[in-house]
């Protein structure tokens, strides 16, 4: 079982970017799935998870209104995208996939590979 997140690149502030993570067993297979990202220099933080049979999502505040998930169950992929980029949205993105919508990535069980979005000025 892999997740591979992509997708990443270069977008002015204020763009829009949309990051597939490609999953290789279905998406249902997971109960919760999340992304979380590493600026340089600091510690990965999460961003948001989702908990696909409730709809429930949970949000960092620094993304909060600027976010959203979705998924495609023929693609067996899920979606990031991110409106208003900011300076401070440069990272590596990573996926993840879960038992429970927490913040602590060490609860997150399946990693994939991250992307890295780099936002300039």
């Known amino acids: 079982v892999q997740l591979q997140a992509y997708g990443g690149g270069s977008v002015q502030a204020g763009g829009f970017r949309r990051l597939p993570c490609a999953a290789t067993?279905?998406?249902?297979?997971?109960?919760?799935m999340g992304w979380f990202r590493q600026a340089p220099g600091k510690e990965r933080e999460f961003v948001v998870a989702?908990?696909?049979?409730?709809?429930?999502?949970l949000y960092s505040d620094s993304v909060k209104g600027r976010v959203t998930m979705s998924r495609d169950d023929v693609k067996n992929t899920v979606y990031l995208e991110i409106h208003s980029l900011k300076a401070e949205d440069t990272a590596v993105y990573y996926c993840?996939?879960?038992?429970?919508?927490?913040?602590?990535?060490?609860?997150?069980?399946?990693w994939g590979q991250g992307t890295l979005v780099t936002v300039s000025s």
């Open positions: 993840a996939a879960g038992s429970n919508v927490v913040r602590d990535g060490a609860k997150y069980a399946l």
């Open positions: 989702i908990r696909w049979s409730r709809g429930y999502t």
């Open positions: 067993t279905r998406i249902g297979s997971y109960p919760v």
